[in-house]
């Protein structure tokens, strides 16, 4: 018997036996359908009391009261039931670290990249410092030159 099979035979039998299952009961049923399934809303995923309960909506001692907890245990300790999450869990774990080496890889290349056109951009910096430095020690030293030979034929622009 498949998994789906195996929880949907000890439902229906569940729902035979106890005529009106409550809101709360069908909710936890869900809650651990979806687990099952690997399709969690807010949990990590594992198939443990605590996160039936969480994906249900419902407290632990409101999940360990239900009738559906007693079948949830005897489909667990069937020793068909596959868990859903740990070959593919792994899978996807492998998948998302050899991505995010991939990721920390092309930031520090970005990063090696960005610090050397740093030293470009400073070393073009300090050569047109200097660049302007040396130019306007020669236009005070024409300015000078100007001031001392004028005797009024040439007048300063400024």
Not at 40 to 61: F, K, L, M, W, Y
Not at 112 to 131: C, F, G, M, P, S
């Amino acid at each position: 018997m498949s998994i789906p099979t195996v929880t949907q035979t000890a439902f229906a039998r569940l729902q035979r036996e106890q005529e009106g299952l409550a809101g709360l009961d069908q909710r936890i049923m869900r809650a651990f359908e979806q687990l099952m399934d690997g399709r969690p809303e807010i949990t990590d995923g594992t198939v443990t009391a605590v996160n039936i309960a969480a994906e249900a909506g419902v407290s632990r001692a409101s999940y360990y009261r239900s009738p559906v907890a007693a079948t949830i245990k005897e489909i667990l300790a069937a020793p068909e039931v596959k868990r859903p999450q740990t070959d593919e869990l792994k899978a996807e774990v492998t998948r998302l670290r050899k991505e995010l080496r991939e990721l920390h890889k092309e930031k520090a290349a970005e990063i090696r990249e960005l610090k050397d056109t740093v030293v470009v951009y400073a070393n073009q910096i300090q050569v047109l410092t200097l660049r302007k430095a040396e130019l306007e020690e020669d236009a005070r030293k024409l300015r000078t030159q100007l001031a001392d030979h004028s005797e009024g034929v040439v007048r300063s622009l400024r």
